[in-house]
Each structure stands twice: as C-alpha cells, then as structure tokens.
C-alpha cells in the first residue's frame, strides 16, 4: 500500500464519521477516540463500518474496529484489511459457491420413476 492508499482510507474513513456523527470532517484528527471523543456508539460503529465496506470493498470485523478504537487506529485496520484480503465481492462469492456445493452435496440424488 503506498501513500495514496493510505490518504483514500483515510478520507473514507472521516466521511464515514462524518455521515453518521455530523462531525466535520476538518475537526478529526487520528488520535481522537472514536467513543470518548465523539460518542460513537457500537450501533454508529456498525454502520461506520458499512459504509466503509461498500466504500473500499474490505471488510474490517466490530471485534476487529474495537481493537482501534481511534481515528487512526480505523485507517490502519482498513489499510491491513485491504492488503490482506480478497475484496467483499470476492469474499461473499466464495462462500456463495460453497453454499451452493453444500446444497448440491446435501440433495437426494433425484428418481426418475415411470
């Protein structure tokens, strides 16, 4: 990841604040706590991260965004998450595949009866 990537993250990741606290984007700084600074509930954490989701493909756990709980500390989970993941897209394709080979396997072998 270079450092454009990391300035995208990081403007996602303030305007995802910013939608969900009407917290001015120019007023965030990394070390601010995302609970004690700006109130961010586990409900604005869980759309935080939704909105991160649909805005860089990654996918960063609520376990995983409690470990960082700061400004900063989010712009690094989505950064490890994006250099260390296949895209949502991807993700979710996968297991929908292993779904449907689990079904197939899982269905009685159909009997043509005359």
Not at 26 to 42: K, M, N
Not at 49 to 74: F, I, K, N, Y
């Amino acid at each position: 990841m270079d450092h454009a990537d990391h300035d995208r993250v990081r403007a996602a990741v303030k305007v995802a604040i910013e939608s969900i606290r009407r917290i001015h984007i120019d007023v965030l700084r990394d070390d601010q706590h995302l609970a004690d600074d700006f109130g961010v509930t586990s409900l604005d954490m869980i759309e935080i991260l939704l909105d991160l989701e649909d805005a860089l493909g990654v996918r960063v756990s609520l376990e995983g965004a409690a470990q960082a709980p700061t400004v900063g500390g989010m712009v690094d989970a989505f950064m490890i998450a994006s250099a260390t993941a296949t895209s949502v897209d991807s993700a979710y394709e996968s297991r929908a595949d292993k779904t449907l080979r689990r079904d197939r396997e899982l269905q009685p072998p159909s009997s043509t009866s005359e």
